[in-house]
Nanobody
Framework: QVHVVESGGGLVQAGGSLRLSCSAS????????MGWYRQAPGKQRELVAV???????DYADSVKGRFTISRDNAEITVYLQMNSLKPEDTAVYYC??????????WGPGTQVTVSS
């Protein structure tokens, strides 16, 4: 069983920064992908950023140039550095860990609120 937990959410003013962390523990020693998704009220969950086990990254167009995903090679941990935050970035941010093509796990989510 793989347990995923996020941290680092909070309330910030527009233009500010936050750093989210996601750690996976349990029966996992490597991963195919780890990604951040977000869901705003009344909207579908969307991909924000993803990093592969090989270190390749991809971002949603709406966050390119503002958000950076990175990983800790010593742990199954990824980070999402969010700069120049906008009110439209307000959402619950979820971490997804996929360790095989068949298995994935989600964290419970962390709230990010950006005030104007």
């Amino acid at each position: 069983q793989v347990h995923v937990v996020e941290s680092g959410g909070g309330l910030v003013q527009a233009g500010g920064s936050l750093r989210l962390s996601c750690s996976a523990s349990g029966s996992i020693f490597s991963f195919l992908t780890m990604g951040w998704y977000r869901q705003a009220p009344g909207k579908q969950r969307e991909l924000v950023a993803v990093i592969t086990g090989g270190g390749s990254t991809d971002y949603a167009d709406s966050v390119k140039g503002r958000f950076t995903i990175s990983r800790d090679n010593a742990e199954i941990t990824v980070y999402l550095q969010m700069n120049s935050l906008k009110p439209e970035d307000t959402a619950v941010y979820y971490c997804n860990v996929r360790w095989t093509y068949q298995f994935e796990s989600w964290g419970p989510g962390t709230q990010v609120t950006v005030s104007s």
